[in-house]
């Protein structure tokens, strides 16, 4: 009875009804590709994962060059737990960045971004972005040697873009160098100004999930298409995928514990064989095996345009692909995304492969 | 037939009970360790017992000085007949650092109009229990304050 009461007096006011029966009807296809629609979930639990140990780290941390790095060694060596809680962000923050891709390329070949879930495609195609942001920003906090000198490097090829790369640089740094002033401003896109875009992009993109339902593959016909039930049979299996995850999160973090390296020292000079984290390393082998000059321009100059060129392609090409906006295979566009996908392993591996210099 | 269903209720709650179980025993060690992390550690305590307070011809007559002993703050008096006198300057009621009013003569708390003698003992207020006193030695030009006992 009392149940009862609750229910009603919550319905009144937030539209229950409508939600539960929502969750009713939703369904999701069953086909051979299905585990590829697990890979979504798993991005929102580690965004989730991130969150709350974000949170708990911001117990202890202190975003200053003076004490910065001290405070990373506290939490590690005085704080319970602190070790394990230091190592999940860091891990997690890793295995988010590759879900995400694994997600993104697993979209793009099933073609899911055709009509009418483009908006759904760009809002994740910025998600990435931000996540990546995200990863940039927080390397940086430790106030470690590595960390220091990626943000050094980073921060000057945002500076070699002509005419507003100069504008960029000083703003990303807070001043003409990497300081202590670099390091509050990182902390502050990394606590408040990220999760607040992120917040909003992933309230729409998972709307718009909800919205449209689960885009089964073109080839898959739409009337003879198994499907199975949200809840509980789809939602169960998620949890399935997120404790699988957690598993491998924990266990990553136990026997792999995330490193604290040498203090920074602006003074110092950059350590042999300094490598960008491995999200970075396409981009950063592909700078460097760019020529200084290609006619008239500078190679790095060259390359960093190449990139944001590419990426508004690759934002843009739902767009372009009228084959699969028709339900027709679309062998062309699977082509590129297979071509993105090898170069960015291939390099990737390459870059492990070089020697230090 | 009957029989049958008898047999699969019971191993259908085991499952439960093994699921909810396992469910639960997920549930505490994301718990145990977050609770933990959330409480600090304890920094040791700079156990100084001793602290160089001040300079002798430092302060006026009728008139105090807060100062460092460890982490927590002292209060130094130099009385108007020119006796020094320590003890702790956090009162004991919700603590606040006290201060020595010069008009009183005695050591008067500002949150809530606490009134310490110059022993430390409460005259009135809320403060429940008297300050700490401390022991004063002058060396040299130094006056050097310790814990007692």
Known sequence: MEKNFLYEWFSKRIPLKNMIEFGKKKTVPVHKYSVWYYFGGICLFLFVVQVLTGIMLLLYYRPTAESAFESVQFIVTQVKFGWLVRSIHSWAANILIAASFIHMFSVYLMKSYRPPREMTWLTGFFLLLIFLAFGFSGYLLPWNELAFFATQVGTNMAGAIPLVGGYIKTFLRGGEEVTGATLIRFFGFHVAVLPGITTVLLAIHIYLVQVHGMSAPIGIEKNKIKEEPFFPNFILKDMVGWSLVLTLLVFLSVFFPWEIGVKADPFASAPVGIKPEWYFMFMFITLKFIPGKVLFFEGEVLGIFGFIFAGIIWMLLPFFDKKAAQEKRSTFFTLIGVFVILYISVITIVGYMLPGK | ?149
Request: aromatic content about 8%.
């Open chain 2, 1 to 149: 037939m009957n029989n049958n269903k008898e047999v699969n209720i019971p191993r259908r709650s085991f499952i439960d009970y093994l699921l909810g179980g396992s469910i639960l025993a997920l549930i505490a060690s994301v718990l145990y360790p977050t609770i933990k992390f959330i409480m600090p550690p304890k920094v040791p305590e700079a156990s100084q017992s001793s602290v160089k307070a001040a300079k002798v011809g430092e302060l006026a007559p009728n008139s105090y000085k807060i100062f460092r002993m460890g982490t927590k703050p002292g209060i130094l008096i130099h009385t108007e007949d020119g006796k020094f006198i320590a003890m702790s300057a956090v009162c004991t009621h919700l603590g606040c650092i006290i201060q020595y009013r010069p008009d009183m003569q005695h050591v008067w708390c500002a949150c809530h109009n606490g009134h310490f003698d110059l022993n430390g003992k409460v005259i009135s207020g809320p403060p429940p229990l008297p300050l700490e006193v401390f022991q004063v030695n002058i060396v040299g030009d130094e006056i050097i304050v310790s814990k007692k006992g």
